[in-house]
Every structure is written in C-alpha cells, then in structure tokens.
C-alpha cells in the first residue's frame, strides 16, 4: 500500500456515505489519520471510521450541520482540538434530490444548497486555512463539472449555481493563502451516489453516454483525484478546478430532462 500521506492528519466532511467517505477511506489507505464528519448518520460514520483504523490510522467522527453557523464552528473547534491538520476535503453537501428534501420547493432546495454547500465550505474552510498557514498543507473542495457547462432543468439550474460558487471561492481562497497552503476543487461528473444508484433510465443512459470513457464515474474515482491533489505529487497545482468525468462529450438532450 502507498502511504505517501503517512503521519499526515486529514479533515473529510459529508463522510458517513458517497464521495466523502470513499475520500476519507482513500487518505486512511495512503497513511492518514483522519477525522470523520457528517450531519446525522453516526451509525454509517462509525462504521466509515472503523473501517479507516482497519487501514492502521486514527480515525475520529463528529456531528454537525453545516448549514448552521454554530455546527460549522463546532465541526472547526474540534478538528483544531483533534490534532495539527494537514487536510481538510470538504465533501459536505445537501441532498435535495433523495429523501424528505426532494420534495421541497425550488427555493427552498436553492436555500438549503446555498447554507450547506457555499456558506458552510466557506465558513469552515476560511477558518481552517488560516491555522494551517503556517504549517502549510491541502485543502480540496467538491464543485461539479456542469457547472462549466451547464445543464437544463431545475436541478442544473440550482446545482450549477451553487458549485460555480464554490469554484470560484475556492480560487480565490488558494490566492489568500498562498504560498504555503494550496486550495484547488475537484468537479465530478456523474456519479454512481445514493442518487446515482437508483436513477430513472433515461439519466443511466445520459450519464453513460455524456462521459467519454462510456460509464458512470465511482465515488473512488473522485477520492483518487482528491488524492492526487493533497499528494506531494501535485505541489505544484494550485487554484485548479479538475474535472472528474470520464471526459464529457457534451452530448446532451433536452428529451432527458426529468422535470
């Protein structure tokens, strides 16, 4: 096994499920202890955490919503009580597309998406940054790469909002802490998420046919970029928002759309 982030301390939010969980599995499998976050779900959290001291790292869990300013300062107070970080992936996001949340309105899904996934990956990663200046280290946020492109319909229309937001303070935040501390953001495509698994037919075949290698994309697919990012491989990449789609072929239809 590569433990090229061995003795390294990580900080993964949203990790009880998806994306953020196959991240913090993938920085415990390259040597990093890490500190696992989610909003609910302590039962799959633990069992994510178990799984990363299998690995032969520390792993650690805390709750709390970030969509609250008081949950972003209590999942801050802690890291930084935790240990020195030398990463911190924000993978936390609102689902609106699964659960009692798909069946709120626009407005409301845009709000929720707005306080969890802009304002809390600012507030947390703002704060954190600065500690970790003089230390230096990684910090990786999650966009998404139709954010770029655009994508009809009310969920391109809120998701591609919210994301750019984040892309684009995520390059300026690599500017405000620059040099020691790089910021950069990875942009899924489609991926094989809760969402993702039980997609309509129409969306499975989108998926397939928008990615240029003819699949959906894996949640370790994105945890591998994230990797890479925080590696000492790519010290010298910065301010970069990397696509992790398969190559998107553009190929899209307005008969897809699912609203």
């Not at 949203?14 to 415990?28: E, K, M, N, P, Q």
């Not at 890490?34 to 001291?53: I, M, T, Y």
């Not at 930084?80 to 993978?91: G, Q």
């Not at 590696?231 to 998107?248: D, K, M, T, Y």
Request: with cysteine; hydrophobic share 50%.
């Amino acid at each position: 096994m590569n433990r090229t982030l061995k003795n390294q301390s990580a900080v993964v939010t949203g990790a009880s499920s998806g994306i953020g969980r196959a991240v913090a599995l993938t920085l415990a499998g390259a040597g990093a202890n890490v500190l696992l976050h989610a909003r609910g779900s302590a039962d799959a959290l633990g069992e994510a955490a178990a799984q990363c001291r299998g690995l032969g790292v520390a792993a650690e869990t805390v709750l709390a919503d970030l969509g609250d300013p008081a949950g972003c300062d209590r999942l801050i107070e802690a890291a930084l009580a935790w240990r020195p970080i030398d990463i911190w992936v924000h993978c936390a996001g609102a689902d609106v597309l699964t659960g009692d949340a798909a069946r709120l309105s626009f407005d409301q899904k845009l709000e929720l998406l707005w306080r969890v996934d802009v304002q809390g990956a600012i507030r947390c990663c703002r704060a954190v940054g600065r500690q970790m200046r003089e230390r230096g280290g990684a910090i990786v946020t999650v966009g998404w790469d139709q954010a770029a492109h655009g994508m009809e319909g009310e969920s391109g229309e809120m998701f591609a909002t919210v994301k750019a937001a984040v892309a684009a303070f995520s390059r300026s935040l690599a500017k405000s802490l620059a040099p020691t501390v790089r910021v950069n953001c990875v942009a899924p495509g489609w991926i094989a998420t809760a969402w993702g698994q039980n997609a309509p037919p129409a969306w499975a075949a989108r998926a397939r046919r928008e990615a240029l290698v003819g699949r959906w994309g894996r949640p370790e697919d994105v945890a591998n970029a994230v990797l890479y990012l925080v590696s000492p491989a790519a010290a010298f990449v910065n301010a970069q928002v990397l696509e992790v789609n398969g190559g998107f072929s553009g190929a899209s239809s307005l008969a897809d759309r699912a609203d």
